[in-house]
């Protein structure tokens, strides 16, 4: 067995709170590709990866309300 860590994906509300930007607008930036999403369950909840939210942050300083 390796020794790798499996990272907590956040939430849409985690996000928001993280970009300071509304919840609403975390989901339309997901509809539109512009922030990777996993979606999972039967209900296709969105889940996003820290490090894609980085790199998001990284790239695009002036869009999120930071």
């Avoid at 994906?9 to 996993?38: E, F, P």
């Amino acid at each position: 067995m390796t020794n790798s860590k499996i990272n907590p994906m956040l939430t849409t509300s985690d996000v928001a709170r993280l970009l300071n930007v509304h919840i609403n607008t975390v989901r339309r930036w997901s509809n539109q590709g512009i922030i990777k999403t996993y979606r999972i369950g039967a209900r296709g909840d969105r889940r996003f990866d820290r490090k894609d939210i980085e790199h998001f942050l990284r790239q695009n300083k002036n869009r999120a309300g930071c």
